[in-house]
């Protein structure tokens, strides 16, 4: 069929009772341009009376309903063919109407779905369509709301190429030659028998045919018939992380002379192998997954999911030592799959956050029993060609996992999944401790005697990490467990590496995936991976920062008042703030300490503790990393003490500060990969030095910002397409004449968008504001703003931005 962008000329609003509007309108429509997030520009402030998306899990934005309606002409020529509408996602409960007639729904905010229009279109003239979506209490983390996604028109002749109706395998590979197997479903809604000619041809990157065929086939009345057909492919560059050669299928349908149809489907040639023994292979070759957990915000704009947002997370996350993602916890985004096949990153694809039990009052789980089967449908048709995804994830911290009816209902799910697609594997993000939930109080009572004798589950827990840990590797978790970890190929725990070593011995034939990992624990984790080898790899939360469950990853002093952390943040609280890359894409410290971890970093990196913290007791969350950042700028606290953190696979490193020697500390993996430095601050430069058998190894280096304040703009790219779903990421710096980021200068930076461009998000990595992503201005947070802007025709986007005490910059960007 032939796909169309729909996303232009849309318009929407929060919904309102249609007998309100009796005597006229109450709440005007706005035009908008899809995807779009309807919450993002709510007002975050909790009203009295009105209840947020479960307060600081949803970042404190309101829920609600919204309606949106767009107005189009259907030529007379469409008459008699097929008009189908495809939404990628329309967050949550979604219900369509066209020109007043009921036309489809969903309630799963993450899958996509299509609905027939045909016969609700009026020919010749305009039409309506409208969608609602409904947000209400129903995500622990912050969703958006609203047509988030790409929505497609597709128009087709009655005999066509169903839509995701094209499937590759690579059932065969060998040393210069592979089998490609292509089935394409061809459907015949008329009343007459069609025998047509079905022509493939495959193509390289370069576009070059390397393989293909023509063949009959026949469709009876009102049927639809799979075409498989069987190619040889001589030489093949196989795909993987590091080598990510596409091919591309084009698949056309003809009648004699007459093109009826044609698609096409892009796909990699790559085998995957498991065993305890050698753990993943893909190509023969063992992999272990360096993973990232992401939610699907993209930070200043919302839940928008633009490709080009997608793209650069996925490049971003790999450029910093990242080889796989774990989507979390919902089916990705077709943009961020498209954007993993090209860049060459692994995707583990998860189903759902709930089966039967609910996390929240109105969530997912009343319509699980109905729609699971085609929700996983869905995600499994949209993965299917993609080469990223070596594994689905059949759910996440599921509660019904401890049970032997969670168990079943399990098992029910993985044979689904295995029966639509048997070349991938299958897991579940299991969480123990949540498994065994209602029997938390028994686990304490046992302890209690143990308690009384200076042992016992409360004085030998560090933190709660070690007490989940605890847990889930207590005989009961697994009891409990053991069946829902069977009907796996992969087991997946979340945070759970106690258990790691205790399997080999007690489940030889188990193998272990790190689906949820603490990021202050990187290196213990990594240590078990390497050692272990049905142990393939490790999925840290957060790669990526996200709105919502504000505050778990942000360091906190103990007090007499509070001695102990306290899990949400209250409002203003915006951020999470556990990921290794904050939500404008800006890495931060744990992130270089990880790739060192992964030994990808021979360079040691120097961070650097906010002074005024220095001397509290630190009790943050097992998700929150120390309060440091790469910065040597502390104005008004030079000679006070300051902590320096230094991060090496070194034997030792040195620190210099204006030339003069701190000494030399050990680090190194004996040593957690860090040291600490605890001297006077003093402005200028500081360096750190590391030596492996008392040779220089690397050396980095700070320099404090000094002099006049200036404001940058620099755009990601100076050229960017009028496509559907390019932006231009600009990045807003406040610098020294060195261009040396001040950290401690932050003002407002106000922005003004020009030409054929328009601002879609402006925001900073502030983890706590009352600032809206939908303003002109912003105030930077460490010397850094981000502005996205969209392109809208062919031309120059000029961006003016403007900050106290600083010139006035510009950006010229190029659209073609």
């Known amino acids: 069929m032939i796909r169309t962008s729909f996303n232009d000329d849309w318009q929407f609003r929060r919904k309102v009772n249609p007998f309100a509007e009796l005597s006229g309108p109450v709440a005007p429509f706005q035009d908008v341009t899809l995807p779009h997030d309807a919450m993002i520009a709510e007002d975050r402030v909790p009203r009295e009376g009105e209840v947020t998306m479960e307060g600081g899990a949803g970042a404190y934005f309101p829920g609600g309903v919204y309606e949106y309606r767009k107005t189009f002409f259907v030529p007379e020529e469409l008459r008699g063919k097929r008009v189908q509408f495809q939404f990628e996602g329309v967050y949550r409960d979604a219900t369509v109407h066209i020109n007043g007639d009921y036309a489809g729904q969903r309630p799963y905010g993450y899958s996509h779905f299509t609905v027939d229009a045909d016969q609700h279109l009026r020919y010749g003239a305009d039409n309506e369509i409208r969608v609602e979506a409904r947000a209400h209490q129903d995500s622990r983390w912050y969703s958006g709301a609203g047509v988030y996604r790409d929505t497609w028109l597709l128009t087709g002749d009655v005999v066509r190429i169903v839509p995701d109706g094209i499937r590759v395998t690579t059932p065969d590979v060998e040393d210069g030659r592979a089998v490609v197997e292509v089935t394409t479903r061809v459907r015949n809604d008329s009343i ?172 997912y789980s009343l319509h699980f029993p109905e729609w699971w089967e ?32 969670g168990a079943a209902l399990g098992r029910k799910l993985a044979e689904k999944v295995r029966s639509l697609d048997p070349t991938r594997y299958v897991t579940n993000a299991v969480n123990g401790f ?65 258990r790691y070593a205790l399997d080999r011995e007690r489940f030889p ?9 603490f990021p202050t624990r990187i290196d213990g984790n990594w240590k078990l991976v390497e050692e272990h080898s049905h142990v393939i790899g490790d999925f840290t939360w957060t790669g990526w920062d996200y709105l919502g469950e504000v505050g778990i990853g942000r360091q906190q002093f103990a007090t007499p008042e509070n001695p102990r952390p306290v899990h949400t943040a209250p409002f203003p609280q915006l951020l999470a703030g556990c990921g290794d890359i904050d939500i404008t894409g800006h890495r931060r410290p744990v992130s270089y300490y990880r790739e060192i971890v992964f030994g990808l970093r021979t360079q040691p990196y120097i961070a650097v503790r906010r ?29 006070n003490p300051i902590t320096v953190e230094v991060y090496s696979d070194a034997d030792e490193v040195e620190l210099l500060g204006n030339g003069n020697s701190f000494g030399r500390r ?47 703009a620099e755009a990601d790219r100076q050229v960017v397409r009028a496509t559907v779903g390019d932006l231009a990421y600009v990045s807003l710096t406040l610098t020294d004449a060195h261009g040396t980021v001040h950290s401690a200068a932050d003002r407002p930076v106000t922005v003004e968008v020009s030409g054929t461009g328009e601002l879609v998000g402006f925001g900073s990595a502030a983890p706590a504001t009352e600032e809206r992503f939908d303003a002109t201005e912003r105030l930077t947070y460490e010397g850094r703003a981000l502005a996205v802007v969209r392109p809208t025709a062919t031309g120059k986007i000029r961006l003016l931005a403007n900050a106290p005490d600083c010139e006035p910059v510009e950006c010229i960007i190029t659209v073609e």
């Open 192 to 363: 007459a028998r069609h025998t047509l000619d079905l022509a493939i041809a495959v193509r390289d990157a370069d576009g070059d045919a390397v393989t293909g065929d023509t063949t009959k086939v026949t469709v009876l009345p009102g049927e639809e018939s799979l075409v498989r057909t069987r190619l040889y492919l001589s030489g093949p560059r196989l795909w993987d992380a590091g080598n990510p050669h596409l091919y591309r299928a084009e698949v056309t349908m003809t009648d004699g002379d007459q093109l009826l149809d044609s698609d096409t489907a892009d796909f990699g040639v790559r085998t995957l192998q498991l065993d305890p023994e050698r753990g993943l292979r893909v190509n023969g070759r063992t992999v272990k997954l360096r993973g990232a957990c992401v939610h699907h915000d993209n930070g200043p704009l919302g839940a928008a999911t633009y490709a080009r947002s997608e793209e650069r997370r996925v490049r971003l996350l790999k450029d910093a030592g990242f080889n796989a993602i774990r989507m979390s916890h919902h089916p990705m985004s077709r943009a961020m799959l498209d954007a993993c096949d090209r860049l060459g990153v692994y995707v583990v694809d998860e189903t759902f956050d709930v089966w039967t039990s609910a996390k929240n009052g109105f969530d």
């Open 374 to 405: 085609r929700d996983v449908e869905a995600m499994v048709a949209k993965d299917y060609n993609h080469p990223s995804v070596i594994m689905y994830s059949i759910g996440n911290e599921i509660p019904e996992a401890g049970s032997a009816a």
């Open 434 to 498: 949540l498994a065994v939930m209602s029997e938390l109080a028994t686990l304490r009572a046992q302890h209690q005697q143990g308690a009384q004798d200076g042992g016992g589950i409360n004085s030998q827990m560090a933190d709660a990490g070690d007490m989940i840990n605890h847990i889930s590797a207590s005989d009961l978790v697994t009891e409990r467990t053991a069946e829902s970890f069977a009907v796996l190929d992969v087991a997946g725990m979340n945070y759970a590496e106690a």
């Open 509 to 517: 034939n188990r193998i272990i995936l790190g689906t949820e990992t």
């Open 611 to 639: 002074p005024e913290t220095h001397g509290l007791t630190p009790i943050g969350s097992p998700w929150a990393w120390s309060e440091s950042i790469a910065s040597w700028t502390w104005p008004g606290w030079e000679g």
């Open 666 to 712: 050990p680090v190194g993996a004996e040593h957690r990969f860090r040291t600490e430095f605890d001297i006077v601050y003093v402005p200028g430069d500081l360096v750190a030095v590391a030596y492996k058998d008392g040779v220089e190894t690397g050396r980095t280096g700070l320099q404090w910002a000094n002099g006049p304040l200036r404001l940058h």
